[in-house]
């Protein structure tokens, strides 16, 4: 995929490789969706952007442990780069998005 090779082309292709990903799902959608925070991280348009893109992969991707699996080494990443100064440290509130009973 040429996104994981070339950042930087992630910009210009976003709003196509979005609706795409929505598409087709599965591993290339993922790929995508890591592509795309890779380039957050590269580039990061505020504070909190790849934090709240991280997040936002997490829940997606929740009850698939393969996919948890992958998105750890992100988040190992990110927090990498909190510590040596690179990314700004944020903390993003999420509300919780798993299905409740309605006995809770």
């Known amino acids: 995929m040429r996104a994981e090779a ?3 082309s992630v910009a210009q ?3 196509a490789g979005d609706v795409l990903a929505l ?3 599965g591993e290339l ?3 995508w969706r890591i592509a795309v925070l890779r380039a957050l991280m590269a580039a990061p348009p505020d504070a909190d952007a790849v934090r709240e893109a991280y997040g936002e992969l997490v829940d ?13 080494t992100l988040g190992d990443d ?7 100064g ?3 440290r944020t903390l993003v ?9 309605k006995t809770e």
């Open 78 to 84: 990110i927090r990498r780069l909190e510590a040596d």
């Open 6 to 8: 070339d950042l930087a």
């Open 93 to 101: 509130a999420r509300s919780d998005r798993r299905a409740r009973s």
């Open 60 to 72: 997606r991707y929740r009850s698939t442990p393969a996919h948890l699996t992958a998105l750890k």
């Open 29 to 31: 959608a993922l790929r």
């Open 23 to 25: 598409e087709v799902d």
């Open 13 to 15: 292709d976003r709003a």
């Open 86 to 88: 690179t990314l700004p």
